[in-house]
C-alpha cells in the first residue's frame, strides 16, 4: 500500500508534454489511436497554443529540467512551430519524438533556431511496401528518409527506434543496417502493449508471439555482442546472459507511487490538459489546466488507488522477469490487478532463454 507519509520527496524534474494524440500515420499497433482520431473531437479538446506555452512557464517554474514533446505526431499541429518556439524559449533540455515524415522547411527553421537536445525517430519498416502495410502509407518510407535527412543537418543527438510487429519483423536486419550507415543503433521495446485511454487498433492480433518476442530481442542483442569480440577469442569467449532487474513486485511496502519514477520525478500532461504519471496509465490524473500546474501535481498522489498484487503474481516463478506494472496491467487485462496472460507467457520465455 502507498504510505504518503513514508514516501520519498516528489519532484517534477522530467516532463512529457503530449501536444496531440492524432496522427498523419494509422499504425496497426499504436497503443494510442482512437476511432475519433479523424474528426473533430479529440481537436476541439486539445490544449491551445497559449495554453501549452503558459504551461511550458508553470513546469519551469515547478523545477522540471527535461521535457519530451511527443503526440501522436506532434508536427501535426498546425501551430507546432509556436508551441515548440514557446516551450524551449523556457530552457529546458528538450528532446522531441517525430515520425519524421512531416518535416516542413518551417519545422526546420524553427529547430535550426532552436534545436532540441535530442529527437527520437521512429521506424516503421524499410520500404515503402512496410510502410503501407504497417502505417497505412504508400509513400511512408521516403517521407521518413527525407525528414530524417533534414533532421540530421541539425546538431541533435538523434535516437533511432521500432516497434516490431509480424508486417515488419522481416526489415529489422535492413533497418538496422539504414540507420547504422546514419552513424546510429535501433533501439525497440521489449514488448507491444495492448491499447490504452481509448486506443482502439487490434495490436493483439499484429504483435509477435511472447516467444517470437523473447528470441529476436535475446538474439540481436548477443549478436551485436558477438561483433565486438575479436576473431582470435571468439572461440574462449562465452556469453553468459544476466537476470533483469524489474522492480515491478517488490513485497516491501511501496515507496513510490506506481512501483516506478512515474508521478514520483516524472509526470505526463495529456492533449487536453490532465496530468497523469506517464502517459500510459490515464486511469488516475489531476487537472493542471483547471487547478494549474503545481497544484495537480500536489493533488496527483491523493488520486492514485493500486490494488494488492494478485495471489498468482506474489507466487510466481518469472516474477523476477516480469514487467507487468500498472499500467500494464491496466492495458492487457482492463483492471490494475489483473494477471496480462501475454506479459506472462513473454516472463516465462525469458526466464527460460536466461536460466534455462
Ligand atoms: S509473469 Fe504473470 S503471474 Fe508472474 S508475476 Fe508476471 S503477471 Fe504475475
Ligand atoms: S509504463 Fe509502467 S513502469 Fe513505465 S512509467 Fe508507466 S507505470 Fe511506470
Redesign the pocket.
Known sequence: MINLETMPPRYPKNGTFELTLRCNLHCKMCMFRREDCENTTLLQDEMTTQQWVDMARQVAEAGTISLLITGGEPMLRKDFCEIYRGIYEQGFIITLYTNATMVTEKVMQTLRECPPHRIGITLYGANNDSYNKVCGMANGFDKAIEGINQLRTLPSAIEYRMTLIKDNIGDLDAICQLVEGFGGTVTNPLFVFAPVRGGCMPVQECRLCAKDSVNTMINRSVSKIEEMIPDSLKSKVRIKLKEPTFE?HSSEPKMTL?????GMD?YTITYDGKLI?????GVFSTDAVKDGFSVAWEKYPFQVRLPEEPEECTVCESKNFC?A????RMAECGSLDGVPKYICDFSMALKKKVVG
Do not use: D, Y
Open positions: 515491478c506506481l512501483g516506478c519514477s512515474a516524472s504519471g506517464c502517459q500510459t496509465l514487467k506494472c500498472p499500467a500494464v
